[in-house]
């Protein structure tokens, strides 16, 4: 249930993809300049590594295996799509997935308002889709080496016209909610799983006459919110906590269940979370005999990681 209700929040994307990479744990952490209209934050993945257990599906066929030394071909192309540029991983997708080509093919292949099937893409997720290509610029700053010996990497992504991108956002998010509504009434009627009570629907469809603040950003304060009473509130938290990162509180407030991460007046927001076990080296072996150039000192990673956060222009 949690990753329906908050998975809403980037519903016209589709961008929740799977990686055959996976890592250990995951640290953000961002900084919002409010003069410079910014949030730039760095990602760190911890314990890098090929999965050997999902089987076809991260295999281009039956015969392309992967071991705990070697990575096998789909593995490659995956970590290669990161190297080359473009795409960043939010813990295990507990929100979502960023990837530059995933949107340029998002617009190539969407069919504009009216969608069959009661989907809604319009020009507002356009305009959403082009501002995410446009203001989002990830850079990777390399490999490194933890102290256990475990492949790591760090990346820094910043977005640009931070105000704008969350207006957007928060317009289209309001849109998908209002086509969703339908389904979740009929799901009710129907006794079938559902995800909200008639109480929260009435709500929900009187706060999206307008467009729903379901992102803010106040200072280093960031809100993810949605209108529901109090009952599925509670009902839903108690999901919800089992998969939420460190970092990240739960409260309900003004008729909305809000995830909230850092506060208004901290210097950084930081997020961690434990992501995938079971460690192997053949992500590492084959960044030691492909990429060894990008093999850095954990020392100058931290270094440009702190650079980008705390920079004065």
């Known amino acids: 249930m949690n990753h329906f209700v908050f998975s809403f929040l980037l519903l016209p994307l589709a961008l929740c993809l799977s990686s055959c990479i996976e890592f250990e744990e995951e640290e953000l952490v961002y900084n919002h300049d409010v003069k410079k209209d910014e949030i730039r934050m760095t990602l760190r993945y911890q314990g890098i590594f090929g999965n050997l257990a999902r089987g076809i599906n991260t295999q281009k066929n039956p ?8 990575l096998n ?12 540029g473009g795409r960043a991983f939010f813990f295990t997708n507990w929100i979502f997935e960023y990837d530059r080509r995933a949107l340029s093919h998002i617009l190539k292949e969407a069919k504009y308002e009216p969608a069959p ?4 893409f319009g020009k507002p997720e356009k305009n959403l889709i082009e501002a995410l290509m446009k203001d989002v610029e990830i850079e990777n700053v390399g490999f490194y080496k933890d102290e256990k010996g475990h492949l790591c990497g760090a990346q820094t992504l910043k977005l640009s016209n931070a105000s704008t991108v969350i207006s957007l956002a928060n317009h289209v998010i309001t849109r998908q909610m209002r086509a969703k509504l339908p ?8 006794n079938r799983d559902k995800e909200f009570s008639r109480e929260s629907l009435d709500l929900m469809e009187g706060k999206l006459k307008g467009d729903f603040p379901f992102i803010q950003v ?3 304060l960031i809100i993810l919110q949605l209108p529901m009473v109090r009952s599925d509130a509670q009902r839903i938290s108690e999901d919800l906590l089992k998969d939420l990162p460190k970092g990240a509180r739960i409260e309900f407030r ?16 930081r997020l961690w979370m434990k992501c995938f076990d079971g460690y192997l080296p053949n992500a590492l ?5 492909n ?14 990681l702190r650079k980008f956060l705390d920079v004065q222009e």
């Not at 593995?75 to 080359?84: K, M």
């Not at 099937?117 to 809604?120: F, K, M």
């Not at 389904?183 to 129907?190: P, Q």
């Open 291 to 304: 990429h060894q150039k990008l093999l850095l000192k954990p020392k100058k990673v931290n270094q440009r």
């Open 183 to 190: 389904d979740l009434r009929k799901e009710l009627e129907e």
């Open 218 to 220: 106040e200072g280093n």
């Open 285 to 289: 072996n084959h960044v030691l005999e």
């Open 73 to 84: 071909q789909k593995q490659i192309e995956d970590l290669a799509s990161v190297l080359n």
């Open 117 to 120: 099937e009661g989907e809604v």
């Open 63 to 70: 015969n392309d295996k992967a071991t705990a030394d070697k």
């Open 254 to 269: 003004n008729e909305a269940l809000m995830i909230k991460i850092g506060g208004k007046e901290d210097d950084h927001g």
